[in-house]
């Protein structure tokens, strides 16, 4: 079983819909919990991050974080074209000599006009 | 800032060649990583680096090494390439942080595209 769950996708969405982008994890450790965007044959770029149980908003942007469950979303409201890319979501803890990064394997979204 | 450069962006190899791929950063960060991507399999951790003069290994180190050449570069080889290589690598960059409220947000390339014949 992998540390981190993701919806694989792929997920298409008219323009102006409410997205639902989802991981669970199942390591106790992450103590931090990130979503990265990837455009495509781009590096990935971090969107948001989160440290607590709760939300996070950012704009269109909801973060949210559930540690009972071991559970995250991403919420993106009123989506558009310009959102039409892979989410991955990320979790960070110590790990040897250094904090390390734990990915998802990406949901691909895209916003049709 | 360029930020995170990589080279190169794309190679082909046939089985059995070796190539060195270069990283470098520009933000002073003390710690690098190098990743793969491949389908379905999210970014997964082959090397890092924590600081100036450490290496350590991750999730999938079989078949390469690195080394970090000072604080900005840091380079990952493949020795002798296998079709199983075939993937996207990226290099990311972090600051170290110990202190609490730290994250540790990566900073990617762009990556390489390596194809392995």
């Known amino acids: 079983q992998k540390e981190v769950e993701q919806d694989p996708g792929p997920l298409s969405v008219p323009e102006g819909a409410i997205v639902s982008l989802n991981c669970t994890y199942s390591n106790s450790a992450f103590q931090y919990f990130m979503w990265y965007r990837q455009y495509s044959r781009k590096g990935p770029e971090l969107l948001m991050y989160?440290?607590?149980?709760g939300n996070k908003e950012d704009g269109r942007f909801t973060a949210q974080v559930d540690k009972s469950s071991k559970y995250i979303s991403l919420f993106i409201r009123d989506s558009q074209p310009s959102d039409s890319a892979t989410y991955l979501c990320?979790?960070?803890?110590?790990?040897?000599?250094?904090?390390?990064?734990?990915f998802g394997s990406g949901t691909q979204l895209t916003v049709l006009p | 800032n360029a930020g995170v450069t990589q080279t190169p962006k794309f190679q082909v190899l046939k089985t059995g060649q070796s190539m060195t791929l270069q990283c470098a950063q520009d933000?002073?960060?003390?710690?690098m990583y190098w990743y793969r991507q491949d389908p379905g399999m999210g970014l997964r951790l082959i090397y890092y680096s924590a600081s100036e003069g450490t290496t350590d290994k991750g999730e999938v180190p079989n078949g390469y090494n690195v080394s970090r050449l000072n604080k900005r570069e840091f380079s990952l080889r493949l020795e002798s390439a296998a079709p199983s290589q075939t993937s996207v690598y990226f290099c990311?960059?972090?600051?170290?942080?110990?202190?609490?409220?730290?994250?540790?947000?990566?900073?990617f390339g762009p990556g390489t595209r390596l194809t392995v014949l």
């Open positions: 989160t440290y607590s149980s």
């Open positions: 990320a979790m960070s803890a110590w790990a040897g000599s250094a904090r390390q990064l734990t």
């Open positions: 933000m002073n960060h003390n710690s």
């Open positions: 990311a960059s972090s600051d170290v942080g110990y202190e609490r409220g730290f994250y540790n947000e990566q900073f």
